[in-house]
């Protein structure tokens, strides 16, 4: 059990990590400070510094929280959904949903990241990689159930979430479709069509 000191001092590093969400997503890493950065999470500079020694490694925190939290919510997702292809289907709704409801964390994950820096570009490679394991692991299944034919798996898995990246992408930049949601029946369609040669059904 944590003591009220330690709460204080884990309430404080959130609130850090909060506002370096929406300074970082606003700014760029380049172009933000940690003098914003504190100013804008009420700390002091010293308090920031105490929680994160440099800017560096406020980026690396605050991507390791957001890539965890987006994977815990895709897992979420997927568990108890028995059926394979469901269950891949699931986690492209959580990641649409997220991402939807959280345009500074997309714009995090998927623009400001990759555009920081080597070390910043491999931590968002490895949610790639996270996140196609989830999917191949769906097709694997459906594969040895009969459901798909046999195929890459892991050529299909990066393929799904390549497409969903530049979905997001294309929102974030020109603000189209205005839910992301909307781009939930086209990507299903495609995605499914891709790895079963069928079309998918049309929810009703």
């Not at 990590?17 to 010293?46: M, P, Q, W």
């Not at 949610?127 to 892991?154: V, Y």
Request: aromatic share 8%; glycine share 8%; net charge negative.
């Amino acid at each position: 059990m944590m003591t009220s000191t330690q709460q204080r001092s884990q309430t404080r590093r959130q609130r850090v990590l909060d506002a370096a969400l929406i300074v970082f997503a606003n700014h760029g890493y380049g172009d933000s400070a940690i003098d914003e950065i504190a100013r804008a999470s009420d700390t002091s500079k010293g308090g920031l510094y105490f929680h994160f020694p440099s800017k560096q490694a406020l980026f690396l925190a605050l991507l390791d929280e957001a890539s965890a939290a987006l994977l815990r919510r895709v897992e979420r997702s997927m568990a108890g959904v028995t059926d394979p292809l469901e269950r891949g289907d699931a986690a492209l709704r959580e990641v649409l949903h997220v991402f939807g409801g959280h345009r500074l964390l997309a714009r995090l994950l998927l623009i400001e990241a990759l555009g920081a820096g080597k070390e910043f570009s491999t931590k968002i490679n490895d949610l790639h990689a996270a996140f196609a394991a989830l999917i191949a692991e769906c097709l694997d299944e459906a594969i040895s159930l009969g459901r798909i034919p046999p195929h890459d798996t892991q050529t299909a898995a990066y393929a799904w979430y390549g497409a969903v990246n530049h979905v997001v992408l294309r929102w974030l930049m020109t603000g189209e479709p205005r839910r992301l949601e909307e781009t939930y029946p086209a990507l299903r369609s495609l995605l499914l069509y891709g790895v079963t040669g069928a079309p998918a059904e049309q929810e009703s």
